[in-house]
DNA sequence: GGATTTAGGTGATAATAGTCATCTAATTGG
DNA sequence: CCAATTAGATGACTATTATCACCTAAATCC
């Protein structure tokens, strides 16, 4: 029977949610709209009430996913260095490892994701763009290109140390992935730092950017302004 | 009808490389056994003489893939920053992340081998302490838990910045990702090696360790002597 | 060289996949 | 308050899936 605006505006979400924590956890491949939808307590008709295909679904719950991940990393992210070490510690933690419900959609089915359609892969790379943004606002730098820079390697070398430590079985190597990739990335963190100070420079309000910008609701289009990555080289 | 000895080893290995391309293109939960065998010039009847599931052929072909991506990377490591240098400007490569049929399986599969089963993740975390030798061998560190620390950052850097690279839809993102990445890590190693040469070290043959061992053919069953990851944390 | 073993093809199995048609009851628009 | 709309359930349809039984012809073993 038809339901009440709202109601249906939360079982959508509950779909997506569903979805989400479905798709982490089994892979996207791996899970059939059927199990989604009575995760989300429903049955597998009244899908297509909501999505035209699972396509799509995927896009979506991609952006959705993404954009909680995202609003969490910023509002933790503070100027500090200590926010900065707590926002590593916590990503790279045995904790986070284990919790293959929740977490970022690019670790979870990072090399899913390459093979998915073009909405989906959109929504991932602004997810990508929004997390490489709010890690810029945490680098010390005088250059905003100088702090993406580093930004975008941090990023990625928690992605992979993220993913690697979930793959291998033994314990010990598992933890000490995280652990050098957090020692590493702290020091790199502390470099710029130093840097920074010996030139005094600019306030770092400066090196900020847009934190994320997309579509309110992405409804059933997935489209997002797409923002020219600058290709500056600011290294050694 | 029947075929020789040596006929049905070719036959097998034609399977598992077949598998390989189709696994790391597709992905293994994308890929069908009968899809495998059609690539290998086979039916798809034909398959449980060579392998109990697929599982085992997911396993068998980790281990597979996982040795000849050991293997090219261990004939290219010299000692020198040149030869390390080299190895990082082609594995973060436009062309190395465009070509989707070859490469390292823990890329190309990434999220996916967090959920196979135990073989295969016994094969794929032998492959990465494989890899993380491999690499230590580059770094010069009197000390070989350090060496082995730089490596696995190094190592796991790589997968995530290719990993990305590929999810990514906007060209020149990705292009800096790889950039990017390929500078951090060079410079993470120029400066291991110029803090070595104001110590004076003993010959980083020291740090040289087994680089792979494995039982030279796996035949039906994977199995790997586990070599217990030393927690060494040398560092800052 | 005859008996046995077996690689691989053919075909069938049962399970699961995504998608859609149809029905219903209730909400919403007027 | 009546008519039009529609959220969701039921059930079906078609592909595709992993797996296996069976057959055949050739290689291997004694």
Known sequence: MKRSKAETAQTRRRILDAAAQAFKSNGIQGTGVAEIMAAAGLTHGGFYRHFASKDQLVAEMCAVSMDIFVDAAGTAAGMSHESFLEYIEHT??????????????????????????????????????????????WMPFEDPSAARVDAIFTLVSMIGAVTMSRIIDNPELSNQILDVTKKRLASLRAKARSAAKQHPVSPPESSQRRIKQRPARPGSKIQSKRTSAKSANADD
């Open 92 to 137: 790279l933690s045995a904790e986070y490892r284990d919790d293959t419900l929740g977490g970022c959609p690019l670790v979870a089915m990072g090399s899913e994701l390459v093979r998915a359609d073009a909405a989906t892969r959109r929504a991932a790379s602004q997810g990508f763009e929004d997390i490489v943004n709010v890690i810029a606002k």
